[in-house]
């Protein structure tokens, strides 16, 4: 198992985001990858470095799940929002279109509402690098399992599946998982992600929504008062090609281990069905109790568990890191995930 990291990452560090409507620090920092980073040294694990954080081969790839404005936007946008007298350091949405819009605008501040879902997605000057260099290291794991590799774990910082084919949300700018399975894609027909973390993977959803060639499934605190709010009920199934390809299992806020572990089992039922050829693992730690955004209370000892029945899967596998928040625990949620995985 082969296990990816960019130090280009870190470029993005936003300090701030905005917490019900007040400037907060922001849990989605450096340190994050630090702690992770750890945590794998300790357990004899070596990171690489992708041998690329850049190139027209991974632009290609993001631009199949990402739209070419968007990708634009977020390359662009830095500078553009700095031209603008009184602009703030980080590009912060004022102004959104809800309810839909009927055209896109020329103007940053138009723009920035128009691709910025939340809040929780400031840019800053050295951004941009940071968010494909993370791209990049999901890149570098795919393509070690489509080589040949069992599986591979990518530390993804800033993390992924809130984003969809044109909006960033929750911390997330590109979609990882979804650019790992668009690579395991090329070498497999059936293809799927399978997201533990503690929110619904609404970005991940909306990309292979109508597709029936990637299926899609995600175990999350229930939205209806969680974030993302707008998605991730179990009457989302798919559409068109896709029907019955994507599978939620909202679980009540403050539900343990073992509430979460059979809906674990239960998703992975449904995703017997479909017989996947490869799967993704979208690995949010911050379902455990003591995470800063306190939504489930899964112990340390559960994500070994976890880690135990998708070790199971007997197909390749890319573990993408998705979220987890600095506490004390979260260094010990990654080493009991991957003990427990690597015992397949
Ligand atoms: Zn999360």
Not at 130 to 142: P, V
Not at 191 to 205: P, Y
Request: proline share 7%; hydrophobic share 40%; aromatic share 8%.
């Amino acid at each position: 198992m082969k296990f990816f990291y960019s130090a280009a990452q870190d470029s993005h560090a936003p300090e701030t985001f905005l917490l019900r409507g007040q400037p907060a620090p922001s849990p989605e920092r450096p340190e994050r990858a630090l702690r992770l980073a750890d945590a794998i040294d300790e357990l004899g694990l070596t990171l690489n470095a992708p041998a690329e954080v850049d190139s027209p081969r991974l632009r290609d790839r993001l631009a199949r799940i990402h739209t070419p404005r968007y990708l634009t936007f977020l390359e662009t946008i830095h500078a553009r929002w700095q031209a603008m007298p009184g602009a703030s350091a980080l590009v912060a949405p004022n102004v959104h279109p809800c309810g839909g819009g009927h055209h896109y605008p020329s103007h940053p501040v138009g723009q920035a509402g128009w691709h910025l879902h939340d809040m929780a997605c400031p840019i800053g000057a050295d951004s941009f690098a940071g968010i494909l260099a993370s791209a990049a290291s999901a890149e570098a794991a795919a393509m070690s399992v489509c080589e040949g590799e069992p599986s591979a774990y990518a530390l993804c910082r800033p993390p992924g599946h809130h984003a969809g084919p044109e909006r960033a949300g929750g911390f997330c700018f590109l979609n990882n998982s979804a650019l790992a399975a668009t690579i395991l894609r090329e070498r497999h027909d059936r293809v799927a992600i399978v997201d533990v973390d503690l929110h619904h993977g609404n970005g991940t959803q909306d990309i292979f929504y109508a597709r029936g060639d990637v299926w899609t499934g995600s175990v999350h605190a229930d939205t209806d008062a969680f974030y993302p709010f707008f998605w991730g009920g179990a009457d989302e199934t798919g559409s068109g090609e896709g029907q019955g390809a994507n599978v939620n299992l909202p679980l009540p806020l403050g539900s343990d281990g073992k509430v979460f572990l059979d809906a674990v089992e239960t998703l992975l039922q449904r995703l017997d069905d479909f017989a996947p050829e490869a799967v993704v693992v979208a690995l949010g730690l911050d379902a455990h109790k003591d995470d800063p955004l306190a939504g489930l209370a899964l112990e340390t000892e559960d994500f070994r568990k976890i880690g135990a029945r998708l070790g199971q899967l007997s197909v390749p596998m890319v573990l993408i890191q998705e979220g987890g928040y600095p506490t004390a625990a979260l260094g010990a949620n990654l080493s009991a995930f991957l003990e427990g995985y690597l015992k397949r």
